[in-house]
């Protein structure tokens, strides 16, 4: 039987360094992108918190008679509207995020290639790409 052998390329600590500071650049990025793609309002009449507990309360008493079908299309919709509540209710505001992503995103971009157009197409606004670096021309 052979003898077990060691990775043949252990990772340095300089290496390790670097994975984690790309996971924390990465967390800041995916979470300040999150909150300016749900501070984005749809289309259409705005929905509240009371109207959407209304509806919920509606699919309560459709739910008695409602048919096999019908039954399973209300309930899905019930999961929906009480997912939609929740976020309402944990709402964060890019703002907050803000500073932490003008800190991390120069590097971001660099490392993964991504364009100040990118960053446009996506919603962020001119001003905090230039306070993060990261210009037309980069």
């Given at each position: 039987m052979a003898a077990k052998r060691g990775p043949k390329n252990s990772i340095t600590d300089q290496h390790k360094a670097a994975m984690a500071e790309g996971r924390v650049e990465g967390r800041v990025v995916r979470e300040y992108l999150e909150?300016?793609?749900?501070?984005?309002?749809?289309?259409?009449?705005?929905?509240t918190p009371e109207s959407?507990?209304?509806?919920?309360?509606?699919?309560?008493?459709?739910?008695?008679?409602?048919?096999?079908?019908?039954?399973l299309e209300?309930?899905?919709?019930?999961?929906?509207?009480?997912?939609?509540?929740?976020?309402m209710q944990t709402k964060v505001d890019p703002k907050t995020?803000?500073?932490?992503?003008?800190?991390?995103?120069?590097?971001?971009?660099?490392?993964?290639?991504?364009?100040?157009?990118?960053?446009?197409?996506?919603?962020?606004?001119?001003a905090v790409l230039k306070k993060a670096g990261i210009s037309r021309s980069n």
């Open positions: 909150a300016l793609r749900n501070s984005k309002g749809k289309p259409g009449r705005k929905r959407v507990a209304r509806r919920i309360k509606a699919i309560e008493s459709e739910l008695q008679g409602a048919n096999p079908v019908r039954e209300l309930i899905q919709e019930r999961f929906d509207l009480e997912r939609e509540l929740a976020t995020l803000e500073v932490g992503f003008t800190k991390v995103a120069g590097s971001y971009s660099k490392r993964k290639g991504i364009t100040y157009a990118a960053w446009r197409a996506v919603g962020v606004e001119p």
